[in-house]
Every structure is written in C-alpha cells, then in structure tokens.
C-alpha cells in the first residue's frame, strides 16, 4: 500500500470505529430504557444473526467479485430500527463474519487479515449504514412507520447513499493506491450492483414490515429459508458453469498442444 492509501485507511477505520462504538452505546443504552428490552433485543439479534449469515454466504460471480444478501438485513434495520441500531449490527457482526475464498478450501476471518483491512471494511459498512439511516430519516422516513408510498423516496435515497458511499470509500482506497481510477471504477461497480439493490429492496421493505407483526421476528427466519434455499441453488449454477469451462479450457490445452502452429486459435 501507498503512504497516502494507508493514511487514508487509518483515517476511515478511526471513523468508523469510533462511530460504531458510538451507535451501539447509543442502541443499548435506548434498549435498557425502554418497556420492553427484551423484545427489542430478540428483535435486533434476530436481523443481527441473518446479517451474519448473509455476510458469511457470498456468491463468487467471479474471483474478483462477490454479492451476499447482507444488504437485506442492513436496510431492513435502517426502515425498522432506525440507523443507530443498523450500525451497531454492523459493527456486531465483524467478528463472527468467516467468508470462504472462492475456489479454495480456505476460509477469511479476523484472525488470518491484517487488522487494518478488517477495520477499514467494517468501518466502510458502518458509515455506509448509519449515512444511509440518516438521509432516510432527514426526509421523513421513520423507523417502523412503513407505509407506502410515503417511505418510497427517503427509501431510494437512503439506498443510493449506501451504495454509493460504500463502494466511493473503497474505490478512494484503490485510487490511492494507483491500482484503478476512481470514476469508472465508482460508475462500473454501481452498475454491477443494481440488479442486487432492485432484487433486495422489496425483499427489505417485507422483513421490516414482518418484524412489526406479533411474532414477526421468527417469521422474518421463515422468510429468509427460500432466499437461502435460492443463494444455493444460484451458487451449483455456477459452479456447473464453471466447471464446463474449465472442462473446455482442458480440451482446447491438449489440442493446440498437438500443433504450436495453431496455438492460441482453439482458445
């Protein structure tokens, strides 16, 4: 890393960090007041574990690139427990996440990274969150009031802001660090992510509104089974698909091992 792409992490994590401890004193202290702390934290842990296990199941769309379903979860929390409680789950999280790197049986987790990637991506997440709550609320979202189509617009702002702080903060690392520039990199990966943000929007807004009902909070679990039952299903999909690749890779390997005349035309 650069001497100003280290700084710059530094800079970020000491941010983040700070404002998640912040949030989460905040979140708690709240809980220990209210009427019914137990409720409200059967409610949280509940979107805290499914946060986990989505943050633990990402897709390898290729080995550069990889989505989860943990986006459900943060904006679930933003619409229904407001941007102090998401950023606490977020902060939460960070130790319990074990992603398996793609193609290896090999998994990553706090203990095998550098203690500043851990930190600089957990704080990424948090001030994504908690921005995102924010602007949510500044017009005129409210936590667990989701009538429609009131909530629309703070939802799609709220949304944006996330994603758009959070792969901003990345790509700024890696302009830094002179390996990519940061407009196309930002425009590029914000239209990688779209079909996620328009597929996990509604799935969001229906775990917010279930976690009001009597119960909701063990029917948001139910909800989850089929995405996760659908994640499994995406995840042999490309497995086959990448095996028949390499199968045709093989193949080509051996013919224009044949003739060197040829070689590069089968591939």
Same mark, same amino acid.
């Given at each position: 890393?650069?001497?100003?792409?280290?700084?710059?992490?530094?800079?970020?994590?000491?941010?983040?960090?700070?404002?998640?401890?912040?949030?989460?004193?905040?979140?708690?202290?709240?809980?220990?007041?209210?009427?019914?702390?137990?409720?409200?934290?059967?409610?949280?842990?509940?979107?805290?574990?499914?946060?986990?296990?989505?943050?633990?199941?990402?897709?390898?769309?290729?080995?550069?690139?990889?989505?989860?379903?943990?986006?459900?979860?943060?904006?679930?929390?933003?619409?229904?427990?407001?941007?102090?409680?998401?950023?606490?789950?977020?902060?939460?999280?960070?130790?319990?996440?074990?992603?398996?790197?793609?193609?290896?049986?090999?998994?990553?987790?706090?203990?095998?990274?550098?203690?500043?990637?851990?930190?600089?991506?957990?704080?990424?997440?948090?001030?994504?969150?908690?921005?995102?709550?924010?602007?949510?609320?500044?017009?005129?979202?409210?936590?667990?009031?989701?009538?429609?189509?009131?909530?629309?617009?703070?939802?799609?702002?709220?949304?944006?802001?996330?994603?758009?702080?959070?792969?901003? !903060? +990345?790509? %700024? #690392?890696?302009? @830094?660090?002179?390996?990519? /520039? $940061?407009?196309?990199?930002?425009?590029?990966?914000?239209?990688?992510?779209?079909?996620?943000?328009?597929?996990?929007?509604?799935?969001?807004?229906?775990?917010?509104?279930?976690?009001?009902?009597?119960?909701?909070?063990?029917?948001? !679990? +139910?909800? %989850? #089974?089929?995405? @996760?039952?659908?994640?499994? /299903? $995406?995840?042999?999909?490309?497995?086959?698909?990448?095996?028949?690749?390499?199968?045709?890779?093989?193949?080509?390997?051996?013919?224009?091992?044949?003739?060197?005349?040829?070689?590069?035309?089968?591939?």
């Amino acid at each position: 890393m650069s001497r100003s792409s280290k700084i710059y992490a530094y800079v970020i994590s000491a941010i983040g960090l700070s404002l998640g401890l912040y949030c989460t004193y905040s979140y708690f202290s709240f809980v220990a007041a209210s009427v019914d702390p137990k409720h409200e934290l059967t409610q949280f842990g509940v979107l805290l574990f499914l946060y986990i296990i989505c943050r633990c199941l990402p897709i390898y769309i290729r080995s550069d690139y990889a989505i989860d379903m943990s986006f459900i979860c943060t904006l679930a929390a933003i619409l229904y427990l407001g941007p102090t409680a998401a950023a606490a789950m977020v902060l939460i999280s960070t130790p319990f996440i074990i992603v398996p790197d793609d193609g290896e049986k090999t998994y990553s987790h706090i203990f095998n990274k550098p203690p500043i990637k851990t930190c600089f991506n957990a704080s990424n997440f948090v001030i994504s969150t908690f921005a995102s709550g924010m602007v949510y609320q500044s017009f005129g979202g409210l936590p667990g009031q989701l009538a429609l189509p009131q909530i629309l617009f703070p939802g799609i702002l709220a949304i944006i802001t996330f994603f758009v702080l959070n792969c901003g !903060i +990345l790509m %700024m #690392l890696f302009s @830094l660090n002179q390996k990519l /520039s $940061f407009f196309p990199s930002l425009f590029k990966n914000l239209l990688e992510f779209l079909p996620n943000i328009v597929a996990s929007a509604p799935i969001a807004y229906f775990i917010a509104r279930s976690m009001g009902m009597e119960g909701g909070e063990y029917f948001v !679990i +139910l909800i %989850m #089974l089929p995405l @996760l039952l659908a994640r499994y /299903s $995406f995840v042999l999909y490309i497995d086959t698909k990448k095996n028949y690749y390499d199968m045709v890779k093989t193949l080509t390997a051996a013919l224009e091992a044949k003739d060197q005349y040829t070689e590069g035309h089968s591939h």
